[in-house]
């Protein structure tokens, strides 16, 4: 267990839907970074933020975007879902903002099907 | 863009055959982590590198980190089959904290 949780474990939706993904990191973890794993794609680094703000962007799509709380946790938003967008998605956290030394710990993911 | 290749694919081994596996690039990593997921799970670290020629093991895992910083090596000894699951190399996208890119993977199957 590496203490980061994610919720849902799996989420099945529609095409053209809109769905939230939560995550909490890791007790003391300022970072959280979310990941697209697909089976074409790979494991695919999307956004980070560090303690709240925007620290770093991937190759994250325009229909998603994500946020960072106050207590920490964080929320990536899909929407205008595609069959494209079916996927693992991880959040992974970190203590520091990323330096390279920084090791990231995953969480379960959430497995999404959009049908 | 920076790309992360690695080698076999796929592996099917015997339970206490060693073995190995390398991820290379066509550009220079200054950080090596080597990671493993079991299915149904998020990725776990193994091993990190931080240094040309750095060699670092960890229980049965050894990792290199390659002199021309352009590659990396992982060996598993006496491989038992709670080894089996896919084993990822990942290095800083731009050498930059943070945003790690992945390798496609290293799937291992150890028959007992």
């Known amino acids: 267990d590496s203490g980061v949780t994610q919720t849902p474990k799996h989420l099945i939706t529609a095409t053209g839907q809109r769905v939230t993904l939560r995550c909490s990191p890791r007790?003391?973890?300022?970072?959280v970074y979310w990941y697209q794993q697909s089976l074409d794609q790979g494991l695919q680094f999307l956004i980070q933020?560090?303690?709240?703000?925007?620290?770093a962007k991937g190759n994250i799509l325009e229909r998603f975007s994500a946020q960072q709380f106050p207590d920490l946790h964080s929320e990536l938003n899909l929407s205008s879902l595609e069959l494209g967008d079916s996927a693992l998605y991880f959040c992974?956290?970190?203590?520091?903002?990323?330096?390279?030394?920084?090791?990231?710990?995953f969480g379960p993911g959430t497995r999404l099907t959009v049908l | 863009g920076q790309q992360l290749n690695q080698s076999p694919q796929s592996m099917f081994i015997q339970e206490g055959e060693d073995v190995s596996m390398n991820c290379t690039s066509s550009?220079?990593?200054?950080?090596w982590l080597w990671y493993k997921q079991d299915p149904g799970e998020g990725p776990v670290l193994l091993i990190a590198?931080?240094?040309?020629?750095e060699l670092t093991s960890n229980g049965r895992l050894t990792a290199q980190f390659g002199i021309t910083r352009k590659d990396s090596f992982l060996n598993i000894s006496a491989s038992i089959p709670s080894d089996v699951g896919i084993y990822f190399c990942?290095?800083?996208?731009?050498?930059?904290?943070?945003?790690?890119?992945f390798g496609q993977g290293t799937e291992l199957s150890v028959k007992p």
């Open positions: 990942a290095g800083p996208l731009n050498n930059q904290g943070g945003k790690l890119i």
């Open positions: 933020y560090y303690n709240g703000e925007e620290r």
């Open positions: 992974a956290s970190s203590v520091g903002g990323g330096v390279l030394t920084d090791t990231q710990y």
């Open positions: 550009s220079i990593f200054n950080t």
């Open positions: 007790s003391g973890d300022l970072s």
């Open positions: 590198l931080y240094k040309a020629g």
